[in-house]
């Protein structure tokens, strides 16, 4: 980047990627709003007429898109604050030396490592199931009514099944940030008279802030898309009550053969990303400066 | 206030005895500096001092008390560390008042004691700023600004100008001797370097292999020392030792010379050798010089005494500087 001429070169020499990158994005994107003005039902094919902005009216009024809208946050949400919270605790509990530490911690990790939809479908038959499930001999184990989780808490079920998947990547994450602290600065506070908790507060937490804050990003991108986890456990139901956004587009495009709803529902969801983006790296930005 | 007693104490790491057995005291007021190459065992004992480590035999008694088995907070004493160790998220102001926060203080008692550490150590200006925002000598009068606040009956040092550069590490030795004449509270010190030893201390201890090979001040271990280990370790350039023959006709096993007590001329003496290597420091010039028949030697002249490489010396060691030591090393006097 020294000279002039270096520069222009280094510009010529990316901008076939940049090309390539950006028509890679431009095309499918551009595509999905001309589908969104259209109206384009699989079921009748060759009448795709110009509709104007009804297929978003259409997506915005079903009152099914802020069933899906709540649940994709409360997703988001509950999914970020049991990996934080437990990702944290699991971390301290894996930092302490044990007996057989290497090994607890590959255990640790092996539910990242299980794709989602096996994940989801172990959770569902052999935990979840109000017949044969795990918690279901528990519960009468205990004398008690067998709770048929996917029923009657479909949302939570899918809450807590993803959690169960990222919680390693989380205590991942915040395990290596917690051996990266200073043990000068434990033992100086042990010399100030912190207690341990003190020493949590004041030492531990503000110095995990960081990989906490990586953690959020990462995860609010790929858990504002879950998908196969509702596909395989509830379908989304019943009724709507385990619709995320994305699988309402799906089922606009694919059970309802709609794609110029589907189109608009996708574009709102980009829009709608876009603006968690902006705050989560307005909260990134502020972290990372200090 | 502040005297310190190790009776019997010993730190075991697995089958490795670190110290295997140290008594100790440590008087009120004093400045004593724990001394010796690394791997002595000099920061387990201070750790073991302020109750980082667990002792595993013999008591440390604080201030009458026993203090073994208190937890490092309830010993009364505070410890600089070699990194600093500085919170980094907080502004000099709260890394000086967390001990105080720490013990419940009243926010004003701990903005009056914040100001007044920060004023004796000129830290006023800088209360507001982060600790990545200052620089070494400032983070490490931070550091002492920390220790101070809790008016402690003794304050640990554990390598705390290691991380200085030279001009600084001078400075900053000066600024600690002190501290230590204004408050008059006994400071414990550990270090590698024998010059910040023998500058500060008014008792050195000089370790090594986690024994104590000696205690006394400064210039009872320049003068008298108790063995090789220590003639070897105090004093630089360090001292010229020799064994055989040239050591026979002091009756000794092996006779040792500073360099600064060899004299030196161009036309006759005991020893005769040829210059190696010349380091001229202005006032003074060290002189490598291989001895005929002993090997190499270091002498301290005048920083004008016209020499270089290859000339033809004599060395005369002052006999009444010559110190003797019987075979197992130990000091005949």
């Known amino acids: ?290 | 206030m502040g005297n310190i007693t190790l009776r019997n104490v010993s730190k075991v790491f697995g089958a490795h005895a670190v110290i295997p057995s140290i008594d100790l005291n440590i008087n009120d007021g004093e400045f004593v500096v724990f001394v010796g190459p690394s791997g002595c065992g000099k920061s387990t004992l201070l750790r073991l001092i302020a109750g980082l480590e667990d002792v595993s035999d013999g008591e440390i008694v604080i201030d009458g008390k026993n203090a073994t088995e208190l937890p490092p907070a309830q010993r009364g004493l505070s410890m600089v560390f070699q990194s600093y160790a500085l919170y980094p998220h907080m502004s000099v102001r709260s890394n000086i008042g967390f001990p105080l926060k720490m013990a419940n203080e009243d926010k004003a008692v701990i903005d009056k004691k914040v100001a007044d550490a920060a004023r004796v150590l000129n830290l006023t200006d800088y209360l507001d700023r982060k600790p990545r925002q200052l620089s070494g000598g400032q983070r490490q009068r931070v550091a002492i600004g920390r220790a101070i606040v809790r008016q402690p009956k003794a304050f640990l040092f554990d390598e705390p100008l290691s991380n200085l550069d030279a001009a600084l590490r001078v400075n900053m030795r000066l600024e600690i001797s002190q501290l230590h004449q204004d408050l008059k509270t006994t400071m414990v010190y550990v270090t590698h370097d024998q010059v910040e030893a023998m500058t500060m201390a008014d008792k050195i201890v000089v370790l090594n292999r986690g024994r104590i090979e000696q205690v006394g001040s400064p210039l009872d271990l320049y003068h008298k020392p108790d063995n090789l280990f220590v003639a070897g370790f105090i004093g630089s350039p360090r001292m010229n030792f020799v064994s055989g023959a040239p050591a026979a006709a002091y009756q000794a096993h092996t006779m040792g010379i500073r360099p600064e007590h060899l004299v030196l001329s161009k036309e006759n003496g005991t020893w005769a050798g040829t210059v190696g290597v010349a380091e001229h420091l202005g006032s003074d010039t060290f002189l490598h010089v291989n001895v005929d028949n002993i090997g190499t030697m270091t002498a301290r002249v005048g920083g004008d005494f016209p020499v270089t490489h290859g000339d033809r010396v004599f060395l005369t060691p002052d006999a009444h500087r010559v110190h003797r030591f019987d075979d197992k090393g130990l000091a005949v006097r």
């Open chain 1, 1 to 290: 980047m020294a000279t002039l001429h270096t520069r222009s070169a280094a510009r010529l020499m990316i901008a076939p990627s940049v090309l390539l990158l950006l028509a890679w994005m431009i095309v499918p994107l551009a595509m999905t709003i001309y589908f969104s003005f259209l109206r384009y039902n699989l079921l009748m094919p060759g009448m795709e007429e110009f509709a104007g902005f009804s297929n978003y009216t259409y997506f915005l009024t079903d009152p099914a898109f802020f069933q899906a809208l709540f649940n994709t946050l409360a997703i988001v949400l509950g999914v970020l604050f049991i990996t934080v919270v437990g990702g944290i605790a699991l971390a301290l509990l894996l930092d302490q030396p044990m007996f057989g530490q290497g090994i607890v911690r590959i255990l640790v990790i092996a539910p990242f490592l299980i794709m989602p939809t096996v994940a989801a479908l172990v959770w569902k038959n052999m935990f979840m199931n109000p017949v044969n499930g795990l918690f279901a001999w528990l519960a009468k184990l205990f004398g008690l009514q067998p709770f048929d989780f996917l029923a009657n808490a479909p949302l939570m079920s899918v809450i807590l099944i993803v959690a169960w998947q990222w919680l390693p990547f989380a205590t991942l994450i915040l395990l290596t940030a917690l051996q990266s602290l200073d043990e000068e600065q434990k033992e100086a506070a042990q010399m100030d008279g912190a207690s341990a908790w003190s020493r949590f507060i004041y030492l531990v937490l503000p110095h995990l802030s960081r990989a906490i804050t990586v953690v959020i990003l990462i995860q609010t991108i790929f858990l504002l898309s879950v998908f196969a986890e509702i596909l395989v456990t509830t379908n989304g139901g019943p009724g709507t009550q385990s619709t995320n956004l994305t699988f309402l587009v799906y089922a606009q495009a694919l059970l309802q053969f709609d794609v110029g709803g589907a189109s608009a529902g996708g574009i709102i969801a980009v829009i709608l990303a876009n603006i968690v983006a902006f705050f989560l790296m307005r909260m990134i930005g502020k972290t990372l400066e200090a």
